[in-house]
């Protein structure tokens, strides 16, 4: 009853988020993102020797004394590749799955129109990627809780903060990864119109975040670093400092809504001059 008095564009958002969540890829990659940080909890406790000290990801040897570190140890695995893996599949999809399909020109039947169906397959991935931010956190959390003791959590600057306010930082840095996805799946939607088959898209976007990364990682072109899509991911550690550094979170945010501005315009620009002939 509520929906069918709702406006076109909300109507066509709740359709559009009932199609993504329906979908059993949808959900195997959710769940995917999800084990990420219980196999990390699971090698961790069933080691013999215990997680190496200065080795392997940030955080991993402060799992055995608090267990909510798993969950933050899966963000800093999971914002490199496995995010955006996901989100270039999701964003990848938005157009090019539909023109694939035959059904694009369907849905640009008034009153749903271009600009509308544009909007309204960004806001979808949008909310596809707080819940795949969620999944990895949750996953952390639940293998924490289940195979390690959950007590005072000493951040970065040497400060200790008790289970509550720790589970709170560490949801903080699951809207961090969240906000970092969001101009990646802006380039990806971009690509998505710009051709017919989901798969190029979707290798497009994936790609297009490695290249990032690997620019990011060479000092040479430190120039250049403030400028990638990829340079503040890893600064969700500065959630973990007492009190919490929002520079980089601010940085960050600024950075994703010039991409999401940027790439915006460009799929706007594209899809509305666009023959739709499928």
């Not at 988020?17 to 979908?23: A, D, E, H, K």
């Not at 993102?33 to 080795?55: D, E, H, M, Y």
């Not at 599949?89 to 799955?97: E, L, Q, R, S």
């Amino acid at each position: 009853m509520l929906l069918s008095s709702a406006s076109p564009g909300t109507r066509l958002f709740a359709s559009e988020l009932s199609v993504l969540f329906r979908r059993w890829r949808t959900w195997a990659m959710l769940a995917a993102l999800a084990a990420v940080p219980v196999l990390i909890g699971l090698a961790v406790r069933f080691s013999p020797k215990g997680p190496p000290t200065g080795r392997g990801p940030a955080f991993l040897d402060q799992i055995t004394d608090n267990g909510l570190f798993v969950g933050v140890v899966g963000l800093v695995v999971c914002t490199p590749l496995f995010l955006p893996l996901t989100i270039g599949v999701v964003a990848g999809d938005t157009i090019a799955g539909e023109a694939n399909l035959g059904t694009l020109r369907y849905l640009l039947v008034a009153p749903a129109g271009r600009v509308r169906l544009l909007v309204v397959k960004y806001l979808a991935c949008a909310v596809f990627c707080v819940a795949a931010a969620l999944a990895v956190v949750l996953g952390g959390v639940l293998a924490g809780l289940a195979l390690f003791p959950v007590g005072r959590a000493t951040l970065l600057s040497g400060d200790t903060i008790g289970p509550g306010e720790a589970l709170g930082r560490l949801l903080l840095m699951g809207g961090f990864a969240t906000v970092s996805l969001l101009g990646l799946a802006a380039i990806g939607l971009f690509a998505s119109t710009m051709t017919t088959v989901p798969v190029g898209a979707m290798a497009a976007t994936v790609v297009l975040a490695v290249v990032s990364q690997v620019l990011d990682a060479l000092d040479q072109l430190d120039w250049l670093h403030p400028w990638l899509l990829s340079d503040h991911w890893l600064d969700i550690a500065d959630l973990l400092r007492q009190p919490i550094a929002w520079g980089s979170f601010g940085q960050n945010a600024l950075l994703q809504a010039a991409y999401v501005a940027f790439f915006g315009a460009l799929a706007y620009g594209r899809f509305t001059t666009k023959d739709i002939l499928a």
